[in-house]
């Protein structure tokens, strides 16, 4: 069988070089469970207003994944092909003020959102959205949250919480995401 697939999507954001920088440091850390394919989409998707809570001007995340949901339908396949959209914005769930990301692995969609990840250095900032995406794969993948305050897998409150941790899974992950890439 295939390694798993997982599409990365612009979404309000042109620099596609951005993305590649994003996939490709992202791609290492699934090497040690036996690696997965990551592709960058070269067109991005434009995600209406009405995605939009206008009295927060946050995404609701949960109404951008189905939305992801609908315009890939042809391509999703639950933990084999997987949509990423790196989100130009700020997103919410109910209950939250903010979220960096929401994965919905029944439907194998997840989002990032860059708005709170911004940093001066361009590394750094490359380095956060790229931890972002790798922590919502594994949830789209059937990982849950880790205790392990290093690992990617780790809940991150902050944006302190997200420099903190590494861009890869702890050994626990690992064994554990090698099982599910199977």
Known sequence: M?????????AGMGDVGFLSRI?????TAFEPAGGLRMLVSLE?????????DLDRMQYRAEDVNRYLASMFEGYLEPRRRMVVAVVEGDGY???LNFVFGLATPEIGV?????RRLEALSPGLYVE???????HEIGHLLGLGHCSNPHCVMSFSNSVSDVDR???GFC????LKLSRLMV
């Open 2 to 10: 295939s390694k798993p697939a997982v599409l990365v999507v612009p």
């Open 23 to 27: 996939v490709e440091m992202a791609s």
């Open 44 to 52: 991005g998707v434009s995600l209406p207003i009405s995605l939009v």
């Open 93 to 95: 769930v109910h209950g």
């Open 110 to 114: 997840a989002s990032v959102y860059t």
């Open 128 to 134: 956060r959205v790229a931890k972002e995406v790798v």
């Open 165 to 167: 941790k590494e861009a």
């Open 171 to 174: 050994n626990s992950c690992v």
